[in-house]
């Protein structure tokens, strides 16, 4: 059975919390490990090293990583300064899971990214984002909706002949959720567009062009109901993903 890692989110230390209180937490959303159960691996959350363990330690006998969505990353990490308060990030979790991908990458294991993953991905490379799309992108979509959150949906259009093109057999178009107010910027070197929104061409995934698959989406997957036939089929994107983990040929 393969054993992919899984990022945490954090809860930083907050005494005025009701549990556990000035105590970190760290933590998975349970849509995701269910969408990666349900592909048939077991998905292993991976913690900060502590004590004689490294990151190294900590990532041997797992087949992949998968970066969940959750807080911004900070700008602090692509060089600039939060342009509000509530952008700052968690610059913490950043440094972590850069860790990780870098772990991963280096032992030629792949890399998958849902939405804060596709852009801790590209700030890993050396790319950089828009802190807000609104605010720097006011012509864009409104890519996210706090009341509807996950049920907020737009089009995105896919590269002829990327991977994930083959991934969705050629499909040129295709409908997804969007839960996110930051976006890539400068695409980091060495990486290519898989697909874009198609309102106002905000990137929606991406993929390193060497090594092992190294690629990220924008939108949730794991959120998506699987019965809703207007939506992307979330299950190829988790299979394609675990045929590489698995040493499956990778798509050129």
Avoid at 185 to 197: H, I, N, P, T, Y
Avoid at 200 to 224: M, S
Wanted: glycine share 8%.
């Amino acid at each position: 059975m393969q054993r992919i890692g899984l990022s945490g989110c954090f809860f930083h230390a907050d005494p005025k919390r009701a549990i556990f209180k000035g105590k970190t937490l760290v933590y998975y959303e349970e849509s995701m490990v269910r969408w990666i159960m349900e592909a048939g691996a077991m998905p292993v959350m991976i913690p900060r090293p502590a004590g004689r363990f490294t990151v190294d330690d900590l990532v041997e006998g797992l087949d992949g990583l998968v970066l969940q969505g959750g807080s911004d990353v900070s700008p602090r990490n692509y060089g600039e300064a939060p342009l509000k308060p509530e952008w700052s990030g968690d610059f913490e979790r950043d440094r972590y899971e850069m860790a990780l991908v870098r772990a991963f990458v280096a032992r030629k294991r792949p890399v998958l990214g849902i939405c804060r993953g596709l852009q801790l991905m590209n700030v890993a490379f050396g790319g950089s984002l828009y802190q807000d799309i609104q605010t720097q992108n006011p012509d864009a979509l409104n890519h996210r909706d706090w009341d509807i959150y996950d049920q907020n949906f737009h089009e995105i259009a896919i590269e002829p002949g990327s991977w994930l093109s083959k991934v969705y057999s050629g499909a040129p178009r295709a409908r997804v959720n969007s839960v996110h107010h930051q976006a890539i910027k400068r695409l980091a070197d060495g990486f290519v567009v898989e697909a874009r929104s198609v309102s106002d061409e905000i990137i929606e995934a991406i993929r390193r062009v060497e090594g092992p698959l190294t690629a990220a989406v924008q939108w949730h997957p794991e959120f998506q109901d699987v019965s809703d036939q207007t939506l992307l089929d979330s299950k190829a994107l988790i299979e394609s993903f675990l045929k590489a983990a698995a040493g499956g040929k990778r798509p050129k």
